[in-house]
């Protein structure tokens, strides 16, 4: 399946950098057969040279049957790994049918879990959003968070360089409010994202856990700045 034909569902996928090579297989061979047993065009983002990004991307295309049918084989391929224990909790976002929301483990990833389908919006293809859906609200939604003012570089990444990551792993588009620019009260930065329901509920969940690491990496060493 050519990638390029405008497929009518698409749903992305965000995994845990070790969960990432479970899926592609020893020279590529898993993700290759569950795209030939599938029918769907499955594609994993690049790991990044210089960022320390945490996840991957998983992007699946296709009519919704091959779609639906290769995102569940994913989701066997990593349950049946004995080392993916904390990888076991996975929340879709309207995906109806058996592989919506496996149950949790406890996990540090168990509040959203670490494989979020990022296929938003309801309707037609159980739940997928489809091509033309996506096309008639692509960057009709906005979602506005607030970065604590400390924690703002970690999302930027040195010379901006995980915000362009972001932008280019989700296809939305992500704007920090100016320095000293805070949500009303607060020493908080306003961070606006926009795009399609996948693309902003994507970088939203990139963003949240790029945060969450970074809280949790200070409170464990708290002579690191910025």
Avoid at 69 to 81: N, P, T
Avoid at 170 to 191: C, D, H, M, W, Y
Wanted: glycine content about 10%.
């Amino acid at each position: 399946m050519d990638p390029s034909l405008s497929p009518h569902t698409q749903a992305k996928l965000i995994v845990p950098n070790s969960t990432a090579g479970l899926i592609i297989g020893k020279g590529g061979a898993t993700v290759k057969a569950v795209m030939e047993q599938s029918g769907a065009w499955v594609q994993l983002s690049q790991k990044p040279e210089g960022i320390n990004l945490q996840e991957r991307v998983v992007t699946v295309s296709g009519e919704p049957e091959q779609v639906h049918k290769a995102v569940s084989a994913i989701v066997q391929k990593v349950q049946e790994d004995p080392q993916s224990s904390s990888c076991l909790n996975i929340s879709y976002a309207n995906v109806a049918g058996p592989v919506a929301n496996s149950n949790p483990t406890g996990s540090p990833y168990a509040r959203g879990g670490p494989l979020v389908a990022a296929a938003a919006a309801a309707g037609a293809a159980g739940g997928f959003l489809t091509a033309e859906k996506l096309a008639a609200e692509s960057a009709k939604e906005l979602v506005e968070i607030a970065v604590p003012e400390n924690l703002v570089g970690a999302i930027l990444g040195k010379g901006g360089k995980t915000l362009v990551e972001y932008q280019e792993l989700t296809g939305a588009r992500i704007q920090i409010s100016k320095k000293g620019e805070f949500l009303p009260g607060t020493r908080n930065r306003r961070v606006t994202i926009t795009g399609s329901p996948a693309a902003t509920q994507a970088a939203q969940y990139l963003i949240s856990q790029r945060v969450t690491y970074e809280q949790g990496v200070r409170a464990s060493n708290p002579q690191k700045v910025g």
